[in-house]
């Protein structure tokens, strides 16, 4: 092969080369920008999840039917709280629920025995709050205005009651997605723990489900958008909600600052 033929080989090669790395190039152009605009669908999809997933836990804040007024029971703060415990307790444990909720019931089981002897010994004023966030998981029954109107009944009328109440409506909490317990369920169980006949014959009033609506409305507003949440002297404990030790250990920590 001559010189010249030579140098066309070579020339040929390094052109088919020089294309190859332009091809592969290309190739990987062509690959980082799809796997961009993929992750940018993505991100866009699990936004737009999470955005969905807030809307519905948050729920619309609720108003009251025209013509109702909420009337609030004894034993209660403005803010629709109600309150058990000593006033003069070192330590202000507010406590966001709903009935319906299943990690309130996670909460319960964990803390109910530390909070009871607390609020027994005088560490802990606490502020219980009943809501009705879930009302939508409870197929039209509104399980969860329905319990909280019970428990401001017996705040109102037997307040020594409420927390074994409370306890007793979390040891047979219904699964999210049913009618939850019947009216009559649910004033069984308020007899079971001692609360006295004629206040149990108030739950089938509702006479506090406006009062329960109005609070909802309140705490909703007022930035809280989940359940359970726990606050110790108005800040948000973050610690962990569903083991017997942490919350008491705060709550202790708190009463010695």
């Known amino acids: ?6 140098t066309r080989a070579k020339e040929i090669r390094e052109a088919r080369e020089a294309e190859r790395r332009r091809a592969a190039n290309r190739t990987r ?14 991100a866009a999809i699990v936004i737009s999840l999470v955005n969905a997933a807030r809307k519905d836990q948050s729920t619309a804040i609720p108003t ?8 609030a029971p004894a034993n ?24 319906m909720c299943p990690y309130c019931g996670k909460f319960e089981k964990a803390n109910a025995g530390e909070l009871n002897r607390l609020v027994a010994d005088g560490t802990v004023r606490l502020e219980l709050y009943p809501l009705a966030f879930l009302d939508r998981m409870s197929e039209g029954s509104k399980y969860s205005t329905r319990t909280a109107s019970a428990v401001a009944a017996v705040a109102d009328k037997a307040p020594d009651k409420v927390l074994a ?18 009216d009559e369920e649910i004033a069984s169980l308020a ?20 009062w329960v609506t109005a609070s909802t409305a309140k705490v909703l507003d007022g930035g809280v958008s989940g359940t359970p949440t726990v ?6 404990f973050k610690g962990d909600l569903y083991t017997a030790g942490p919350l008491t250990e705060a709550i202790l920590a708190a009463k010695g600052q």
Do not use: W
């Not at 092969?1 to 030579?6: D, E, L, S």
């Not at 920008?33 to 993929?38: A, E, M």
């Open 191 to 210: 007899r079971g723990v001692g609360v006295p006949t004629e206040v149990v014959l108030d739950f089938h009033e509702r006479r506090f489900a406006p």
């Open 29 to 42: 152009m062509i690959s980082v920008v799809g796997g961009v605009i993929i992750l940018g669908l993505l």
């Open 165 to 182: 109440f409370n306890q007793a409506l979390y040891e047979h909490q219904p699964a999210e997605g049913t009618t939850g317990l019947s």
């Open 1 to 6: 092969m001559g010189v010249q033929a030579r």
């Open 64 to 71: 009251l039917p025209a013509g109702q007024t909420a009337v």
């Open 76 to 99: 209660t703060t403005p803010g629709g709280a109600i309150v058990l415990g000593q006033p003069s307790a070192p330590v202000r444990l507010e406590v966001f629920v709903d009935y």
């Open 231 to 236: 606050k110790i002297n108005g800040t948000v």
